[in-house]
């Protein structure tokens, strides 16, 4: 009788072989590979966090008077999206741990997207063929960073209602269109009712169902055209290295799953993130001192505080000053993001199929642009903080506002050049040992993949 359910469905569905090449599929075993996969994980905790959180969550901006656990908010008038984050942050039992692994798990997703995609970017591994899989990550990158700002949008708190009013701002600051753009975005003049029902609607099922789509999209490209390998004896563009998917990588696997799960629910447990009841409801006229987006959504925030105050005419109609770091910067952003593999292309004039990584080193130009551009985020980040940074170091707001206005440039033109000189210099140390591997390739190149 052993293996007869396995030998019955066999028999009509002839699974058997597409199992066992699925089951011998090589995986590489570099830890780097793993962030893909945190990526992964944590949406999965989003999507089941959210889950909880979506039946105690009430989307409405009808006014109520509170009277819950809270004691210091007794009384006062508020919406009751508002009202239900405090029901979930004070009387639904695991109510604030769920909300609180929710709102890591998503820093996390973000944190490890952007990792990833900086060990794809640093590694060259986006090249042919694996061109569509980056502009698919680029579109998941735009979608979580969208669905993080819809997702703090919607406590109806005064942090999130001051975003909001930010990104209204942005919008209505596009030329020409931008009052339709809000008009479409927002449903009228912030505040206004339709606001947080129609954002809860794109964060919990919209935004989700497009990344749940792309991932399984980037997932199938990656099966389809196998994995790259870092360099190494045995590795070459049409030879991979690694585990095989089963047992040790679904093993693997499933270990990261459960450290993150248990990470995420020590940090949901033990490390408090996004207090609303601190910062009371959303009032139109209010601010709160050090108001911060989420991280990371600081650098547009430090763009707009860096960007001088000038406002344009052209071709008769008002370019707000908002426009260019608020609007044009991130677009421009991800725009040079979707084209970089051609761009790439065409300065190194390299169009055959890639499999084996290059070491950052190995592409001084690369690698010196990567680290300019985070260099420039970084500092934007600080500046998207500036009057909290200027609080704790005494420092004059203006002046450090000042000082931030000439490092956004010079610190990533020193870091660019400096990363050059380091891989140069790397290069050339390491000159010999890669000629050393160029020659264990050649010797391992006619064998077949083993399976
Ligand atoms: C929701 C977000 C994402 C998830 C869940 C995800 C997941 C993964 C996983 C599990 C892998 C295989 C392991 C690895 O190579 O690290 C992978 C590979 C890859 N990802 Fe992503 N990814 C995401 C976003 C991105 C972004 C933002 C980019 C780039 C813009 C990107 C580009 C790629 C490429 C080109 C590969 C193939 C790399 C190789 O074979 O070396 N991904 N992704």
Redesign the pocket.
Known sequence: MSGFPARFVDSRLRLARITRRALNHI??DHW??????V??YS?VILVETGIFLAMFYKDSTVQVIYRGSYHALDGVKMSAAYRSMLHISFDVPAGLLIRQMHHWACDI?IG???A??A???F?G??RKP?EL??????T??L??LANGYFGYSVGGDLLSGAGMRIGYAIMLSVPVIGPWLTFITFGGTVPVTATIPRFYALHIFVVPAL?SL??GA??W??WW????NYPGPKRTDKLIVGSRLWPSYTLKSLGLFFLLFAVVAMLGGLVQIDPVWVYGPYNPVAILPGAQPDWYLGWVEGAMRLFPGVNFRIGGYLVPELFWPGFFFPVMTFAV?YCWPFIEKLISLDFRPRNV?RWPYQQPFTTALGCAVAAMMVVLEFAGGDDVVALASHARLAAFRELLRVLVFVVPVLTGIVAYLVCVWWRRRRASDDAALRAGNEAVEELTLPQ
């Open positions: 995986f590489p780097s590979f793993m962030l893909g996969e990526a992964l949406f997703f490890a997207i952007i990833h995609q060990r794809i970017f590694t591994a986006y694996r899989n980056w502009i698919v990550g680029v998941l990158l979608l979580a990344i792309l991932i980037h997932l490209m990656i055209q196998l994995h790259t993001l990584l």
